[in-house]
């Protein structure tokens, strides 16, 4: 991925991103780059070099003139959240980059489909289970205990949350489709949110949880990453945002097919 010369200013909000070699952490890096400074969490150094960016400084005026040294404001962080001391690592090397966090965004996840019969599926869920849940969860946990506990008025002031990628699949039965795991995983990232949403509340500390169907493949990443940024500037806590397509879509789809048109181009990421 190439620079970028517009870069987020000084104030903007600085969120800790875990997955960010994924799909909807790509699309979070790529789209809202210049309206956070992230500190981006991949799996492998290989992941973090791919998507590394710096802010490139020139003076208009003096155009030729060398640029200062960049100020980073994507600060690439690789650690592995199968390892138990990750999270505490993470929290501080974001901290130590920023000097403060005002969001944390939680779309790490880990795929493991299989069948709640199989014995070897049944022994791999545990892992599951820490990487897409109680990892990502002590990663919040410490960000709290290293920085927000102390400043409730300036958290509220801030706006300062958490935002759980969970998904539809947390509530819905896709029957003989394997997803036992991957559905466990996401139900109790739900309830944790809620349940962590009444414990940081007297902190100021917002905890919200995003729960989106497919994408892109039945919601687009834009819509995702909308609902992203509300939950992120509102005030709510404790809710479970669905994001899924709107009602109408189907509608307007069908009025086209009975008049005998194609449907129009969408285009997405």
């Given at each position: ?22 799909r909807?952490?790509?699309n979070?890096?790529?789209y ?10 991949y ?5 973090a ?38 999270a505490?690592?993470?929290?501080e ?9 005002d ?8 795929y493991?489909?299989?069948p709640?019969?199989s014995?070897?599926f ?12 109680v ?5 919040a ?13 300036e ?5 300062r ?21 991957y559905s466990?995983?996401k139900?109790?990232l ?8 009444s ?11 995003l ?6 493949g ?17 005030s ?5 945002r ?7 879509d ?20």
């Amino acid at each position: 991925m190439t620079d970028r010369k517009s870069a987020a200013t000084d104030d903007a909000r600085v969120c800790l991103l875990l997955g960010a070699g994924g799909r909807l952490g790509r699309n979070f890096c790529r789209y809202l780059g210049t309206r956070y400074r992230i500190a981006a969490v991949y799996r492998t150094a290989g992941d973090a070099d791919a998507v590394r960016r710096q802010e490139r400084v020139i003076d208009p005026l003096v155009p030729d003139r060398p640029p200062p040294e960049p100020r980073t404001y994507f600060y690439p962080i690789v650690a592995d959240l199968a390892d138990p001391y990750s999270a505490k690592r993470v929290a501080e090397l974001a901290l130590a980059a920023f000097g403060h966090i005002d969001l944390v965004v939680n779309a790490a996840v880990h795929y493991d489909l299989g069948p709640g019969t199989s014995t070897e599926f049944l022994e791999r869920l545990p892992y599951q289970l820490v990487i897409n849940v109680v990892r990502p969860l002590q990663v919040a946990v410490e960000v709290y205990r290293q920085s927000w506990q102390a400043t409730p008025e300036e958290n509220r002031r801030n706006r300062r949350n958490v935002i759980n990628l969970s998904s539809v699949a947390a509530f819905n039965l896709y029957p003989d489709s394997g997803r036992l795991g991957y559905s466990a995983c996401k139900a109790a990232l739900t309830m944790a949110s809620r349940h962590l949403a009444s414990e940081l509340e007297p902190a100021g500390i917002r905890v919200n949880a995003l729960a989106p169907n497919t994408f892109p493949g039945i919601v687009s990443v834009q819509q995702v990453l909308a609902a992203l940024c509300d939950l992120d500037s509102g005030s709510t806590t404790g809710e479970v945002r669905v994001v899924d397509r709107d009602p109408t879509d189907s509608i307007r789809r069908e009025e086209t097919k009975k008049k005998g048109d194609s449907a129009p181009c969408r285009t997405g990421p």
